[in-house]
């Protein structure tokens, strides 16, 4: 099975604009969960897309935004850049229902994205 | 709200010493934790869930609800142990949300 694959890989914006980053599960994966890493913050929960619907969020300001598609890829969007939003962002996906079990998360490369 | 605290940034161990690497956490309710392995140049990928108690790769953690801890051991470190680990709890906030909060990370070294 392929793994997680997330595009671009590597982003650079100036502050101001807006970028939108995607995420493509593995197959058969309904949830879709983005993380950003940061070296001062260390990994952060953005927030979840199961069956299309947003399931749970992070404390992030409402310019980090998402969504997902019928085959479950997922884009975010970060509008407005700053400084501050340079940091890698990880995709992961899961089998997870709508159980209360966990199920192993699986994550991408990442998208490294730089804020000039 | 969910809390954990890795207190080491940076750990370093001889080969064949034993290492621990702590993680204390604060959760209501009955607690779901995780430990996250990161090689160089690698994904970020599962290494345990307390819930399995199985050993990968000769690590073991066990859940001290008592000191809210779930610190990962194990007896003999090789070089290939050099990697940066995380402790996430399950954050659940709804039924079925797959939501991890992680701690800051520890990074391992092995000396040979």
């Known amino acids: 099975k392929a793994g997680v694959t997330q595009t671009p890989r590597y982003l650079i914006k100036t502050r101001g604009q807006q970028v939108t980053l995607s995420c493509s599960p593995i197959?058969?994966?309904?949830?879709v969960s983005w993380y950003q890493q940061t070296p001062g913050q260390g990994l952060q929960f953005l927030f979840e897309?199961?069956?299309?619907?947003?399931?749970n969020k992070g404390n992030f300001p409402g310019r980090f935004s998402g969504r997902q598609f019928s085959n479950s890829r997922s884009e975010m969007n970060v509008s407005t850049l700053e400084l501050g939003d340079s940091a890698l962002y990880l995709c992961?996906?899961?089998?997870?229902?709508?159980?209360?079990?966990?199920?192993?998360?699986?994550f991408g490369p990442g998208t490294r994205l730089t804020v000039l | 709200a969910q809390r954990v605290t890795q207190p080491e940034k940076l750990l370093s161990v001889f080969k064949g010493a034993p290492v621990e690497l702590k993680c204390n956490y604060s959760y209501s309710g009955s607690p779901e934790l995780f430990w996250y392995v990161q090689y160089s140049r690698q994904r970020l990928q599962l290494l345990l869930r307390h819930i399995s108690r199985e050993s990968i790769k000769g690590f073991t953690a066990d859940l001290n609800k008592g000191e809210t801890s779930f610190h990962l051991k194990k007896p003999f470190a090789q070089e290939e142990d050099s990697a940066m680990y995380y402790c996430a709890p399950r954050a659940e906030l709804i039924q079925g949300a797959q939501k991890l909060v992680f701690g800051q990370g520890t990074r391992l070294t092995i000396n040979p």
């Open positions: 992961a996906s899961s089998l997870a229902g709508r159980g209360g079990s966990y199920n192993e998360q699986f």
């Open positions: 197959s058969g994966h309904r949830s």
């Open positions: 897309y199961f069956s299309e619907t947003q399931r």
